[in-house]
């Protein structure tokens, strides 16, 4: 057991809810006292300490919660009686609350993100184990240092890699392509690998408004043109394949970016990063003459995330290409 105190940061999701017969589903039911309760031996860890930010289903979750979850997750940090911090969270989003925690993290003490595919009132709830692998993952010296780390089925994934998989399964979290980065045993922590090309922005306020818009077979301009109308910083498109995109997307793209705004091209698949190979319209290769920037191999949601903490920061990357493509290739 060590010294120093975990923070259980509470904020919902299924981990803490119970059947409720008014509802006729589960809804919000369990703190994070009630939660850690329901864990045997989790107090041999380490001492803990309570904080209920929210309970709230997470697709309630938005990107103002995640700033505010941020700042006050780096305020327990500073603390020098605080070794790590535990977030339990819904699945729905766990990916992307996770991702923004890290990719705006400051300290170097562990934060470790967990959820639940079972109620906690259901047959045999997942959210138990989880939650003691999570504290002793964030208990770990092994973590320091190793930014946000996403821990379920006594695995550990790295926040950009992961994602979930199933609607359902308890094993929905995966990292295609890559794999785990660790997991919590028995005994003692294991980790078997770094995430690499993790880039940190520390803006003062989230301020810039980005869009995603999902390239279907058929699309026009229609939805770029309206995201402009709105005022948005940025637009993500999420494309097929290598990015490539409908030839009638493009002339929106192209007006978009002489406006100012930047547009970034992202694709649907789980794995495999965006490049002009083609020459077609549509191509990768047509729409970056039209000024889009290519975003590598991160996901649609969180090239959206990415993009606003970045022009938060940096609102004058919003015209420079180079720079958006490379702090987006990761």
Known sequence: MIDKKIIIFATGGTIAMKYDEASQGLVPACTGEDLAAAVPGIGEIAPLEFYQFSNIASPAMTPQNMWAMHEKIEEFLARDDVAGLVVTHGTDTLEETSFFLDITKVSEKPVVT??????????????????????????????????????????????GEVMKTHSANPATFMSPWWGPVGYVDLDRVILRRSSLGVKRYHPKALTARVDLIKAMTGSGREYIDFAVSQGVKGIVIEGFGRGNIPPAMVPGVEDAVKKGVA???????????????????GSVTDSRRAG???????????????????????????????RLEAELDI
């Not at 045999?124 to 379920?152: F, H, R, W």
């Not at 547009?263 to 319209?281: N, Q």
Request: net charge neutral.
């Open 292 to 322: 889009i920037a290519m975003a590598g191999e991160i996901s649609a949601a969180k090239a959206r995330l990415k993009l606003m903490v970045m022009l938060s920061e940096h609102p004058e990357w919003a015209t420079d290409r180079a």
């Open 263 to 281: 547009v970034v091209l992202t694709t649907r698949t789980p794995g495999g990063r965006v490049l002009d190979v083609y020459g077609y319209p």
């Open 114 to 159: 967990t959820a639940a595919m079972r109620g906690a009132g259901d047959t045999s709830p997942d959210g138990p184990m989880n939650i003691y692998c999570a504290v002793k993952a964030a208990a770990s010296e092994k973590t320091i240092g190793q930014g946000v780390l996403v821990c379920l089925n006594e695995t550990l994934h790295a926040p």
